[in-house]
């Protein structure tokens, strides 16, 4: 399978130059808010979100221009979403590197979010058309709603698969779908692409997330850039988790290891809970629904133009679909 580097490889001067536009969009006079932006944009990341709207812009009239002003605010909403993401879950490292509470502190990382957000609603006014402005701003609403959802389902063992499901719906495929949708919108493709490219977006951000949640479960800090069951620590009961509950020989041992990690407020060793979950078949049902996303996603694009975008974005879902990092 190709590597991501292999598949943007096409696109790299176009990705550069978003990147070069990202660095120059968080740039600030206040030291301290750009020594913070500028440590939180080096510490990278997959830019899946910023080449979504690139291949899709290929279905209309791509210019690179206009697929900037799309790309770069919707890859600073994601950076500000995790930045007070990390605050939530007192996270420590973040794809190997410092995250800004931890390198400065809780308030400084809040401010510091509140801006990437402010600067990306200042970049996205260069795009007049009011359908992009609503599509970004439901799903802005919707994002929040998701982290709340998050907060309120800490440790609780008696949500459902759905519950779980219409969270990361809200949390994170929103953002993906929209991506896709937003770059044909911005390259004046025709609604019906949009709106396909939407549904592709959405069912591989479904199934990013599951991935994601996997390798928080299976992978090493190398990996995964943070310690293995940081979900857990955290109070986020994941599919896997739930999934592997549903066998009772399983349930009333992971039940016992929640209220211990519960009780000690997420500081302490969680081996054997990941043990656990990695013993039971919960983690090869959730591979087995990731799967089932992708498959979903690469068929909403069954109409659409035989161009070389189209195989790129399938080559992008297959990576999300397998991906070990």
């Given amino acids: 399978m190709k590597n991501l580097l292999d598949i943007y490889a ?50 209309g009239s791509y210019k690179l221009q206009t697929m ?27 794809r190997g590197q410092l995250t800004v509470r931890s390198k400065w502190d809780n308030r400084i990382a809040m401010y510091t979010g509140d801006y990437i957000f402010a600067r990306a609603l200042e970049v996205i006014t260069q795009i007049h058309k009011p359908e992009v402005h609503q599509i970004m701003s439901k799903a802005i609403v919707e994002m929040s709603i998701g982290e709340m959802e998050q907060i309120r389902f800490f440790f609780n063992a008696d949500q459902t698969i759905r519950d ?107 081996s054997r809970f990941l043990d656990l979950i990695r013993g039971g078949t919960g983690i090869k049902e959730a591979d087995r629904l990731s799967q089932c996303y992708i498959d979903k996603a690469i068929t909403a694009l069954d109409k659409l133009p035989d161009i070389q975008a189209k195989k790129d974005l399938i080559e992008v879902a297959y990576f999300i679909g397998n991906r070990s990092y």
């Fill in 68 to 94: 900037k002003h799309v790309a770069v605010p919707l890859e600073l909403i994601h950076m500000a979403s995790l930045v007070h993401d990390d605050v939530i879950d007192d996270a420590n490292t973040r």
């Fill in 10 to 59: 096409r696109k790299k001067r176009d990705i550069a130059a978003i990147e070069k536009e990202l660095e120059e969009t968080v740039y600030s006079d206040h030291s301290l808010l750009r020594d913070t932006s500028i440590h939180l944009l080096k510490a990278g990341g997959k830019r899946i979100r910023p080449v979504f709207v690139l291949l899709s812009g290929e279905f």
């Fill in 164 to 270: 779980y499901l219409l969270r990361i719906r809200r949390k994170t495929a929103l953002l993906i779908g929209i991506s896709c949708q937003l770059g044909a919108i911005g390259a004046d493709a025709p609604e019906w692409m949009s709106t396909k490219l939407y549904n592709f977006g959405y069912n591989v951000g479904m199934a990013f997330q599951i991935r994601d949640d996997i390798l928080d479960l299976i992978g090493t800090e190398k990996q995964i850039g943070k310690p293995p069951g940081s979900d857990i620590k955290q109070g986020n009961i994941t599919l896997p988790v739930l999934l592997t509950m549903k066998d009772p020989a399983m349930k009333p041992m992971i039940l016992t290891e929640l209220e211990r990690i519960h009780k000690l407020d997420g500081q302490t060793d969680v």
